[in-house]
């Protein structure tokens, strides 16, 4: 495959694959390759330069983007989106646009914060993976692609597919999700940014896109009627749309 032009990154639990039908959808704005946290962080090794304070999955989406010098836009959906935001947030990479779809800044709520998840909800997911890792991870699958739905045969291969490395690489994931922060260093943000999200997502609230897109300078937002947190993946074209307009505005 020739360098990408635009780098799309996944979320939590999803490979590549999961989004592949808006990497096709990408593909009429130039070569797109879609990479999973799983993926990145088998670069992390060649991350020369990136601050210690950035987690793995900066360092690995930096490594990554060095190889990748053709790449003008980065995309992230869900925590691929806070991992893209981590890395140019600290100034470490400067691709030519941002687009983050399905994502936030904090994933997690608190007294000061209510666009993130209930801290009995998020327990309630660590316990889960835990003790019945399979049964999280199809209720995940099924809030991820609410309002539609998938097949017992669709959800048999997610989870499984989520599973392959075992549950130890989601746990760490999860931390990531727990732990990470990023709404102080929004206003330090200088790219152009595009943020995209469902109206219906139950995975993240479309209350995090509106937060993200106050504190972004410049930032532009998209709501999608009715979308859910699968957004990339169900309504591919209409997301290819939405980026497609916003890079011919801002380039």
Not at 226 to 251: D, K, M, W
Request: hydrophobic content about 45%.
């Amino acid at each position: 495959m020739r360098a990408p032009r635009l780098v799309f990154v996944s979320g939590w639990a999803c490979d590549a694959a999961w989004i592949a039908p808006a990497a096709r959808a990408l593909g009429m704005l130039g070569s797109v390759r879609a990479i999973s946290l799983a993926e990145l962080a088998g670069h992390v090794g060649g991350a020369e330069g990136v601050g210690a304070n950035c987690s793995a999955y900066a360092r690995g989406l930096s490594a990554f983007l060095g190889a990748c010098p053709a790449a003008t836009t980065l995309i992230g959906w869900s925590m691929g989106g806070m991992v893209a935001l981590e890395l140019l947030c600290s100034g470490q990479a400067r691709p030519g646009a941002l687009v983050l779809v399905g994502t936030t800044s904090r994933f997690r709520g608190g007294p000061d914060y209510d666009c993130g998840v209930s801290d009995r909800s998020f327990r309630a997911m660590q316990i889960g993976l835990g003790q019945a890792a399979e049964r999280t991870l199809r209720s995940f699958f099924c809030d991820a692609v609410f309002p539609d739905s998938a097949d017992d045969e669709e959800l048999h291969g997610w989870v499984a597919g989520a599973l392959r490395a075992g549950p130890e690489p989601l746990r760490r994931d999860l931390m990531y999700l727990r732990d990470t922060d990023l709404r102080a260093r929004l206003g330090a943000l200088r790219i152009p940014t595009l943020i995209v999200h469902g109206t219906r997502d139950r995975v993240i609230s479309c209350a995090a896109a509106r937060y993200m897109h106050g504190r972004i300078p410049g930032s532009r937002l998209v709501l999608v009627e009715g979308a859910g947190h699968g957004l990339p993946r169900q309504r591919a074209a209409e997301f290819a749309g939405s980026v497609a307009r916003f890079l011919r505005a801002t380039t």
